[in-house]
Nanobody
Framework: QLRIVESGGGLVQPGGSLRLSCATS??????IGWFRQAPGNEREPISC????????EYLDSVKGRFTISRDNAKNTVYLQMDNLKPEDSAVFYC???????????????????????WGRGTQVTVSP
């Protein structure tokens, strides 16, 4: 059973940066997607990186500020977040695609149906 663990969240001022990590054993075999969920909102997809490093970005509001990457030697996928804004505050999750777990869909995924093996998430709060 895969067990995904997210880390790296915290409190940061507007304009600041954080790097989130997503780790699981055997991660080199899988694509990983990053998602976020703010209170009262649905979970929304941010981006996905395939097993081979192909990146698909889904969320227009973070393009140019958030960067997904992977280090298979460390069994870790990262989400580098720069120029953070208060509206970025949310719990951030990562997960593995269900249908083809090594690749990322070019269509915006439905988190509840298209991804599985969710971690518990890591809280990001952007506030002065």
């Amino acid at each position: 059973q895969l067990r995904i663990v997210e880390s790296g969240g915290g409190l940061v001022q507007p304009g600041g940066s954080l790097r989130l990590s997503c780790a699981t054993s055997g991660l080199e075999h899988y694509a990983i997607g990053w998602f976020r969920q703010a209170p009262g909102n649905e979970r929304e997809p941010i981006s996905c990186i395939s097993k081979t490093g192909e990146v698909i970005e889904y969320l227009d509001s973070v393009k140019g500020r958030f960067t997904i990457s992977r280090d298979n030697a460390k069994n870790t996928v990262y989400l580098q977040m720069d120029n953070l804004k208060p509206e970025d505050s949310a719990v951030f999750y990562c997960a593995i695609p269900v249908l083809n777990p090594w690749t990322c869909s070019k269509n915006t995924p439905r988190p509840k149906y298209d991804y599985d093996h969710w971690g518990r998430g890591t809280q990001v709060t952007v506030s002065p």
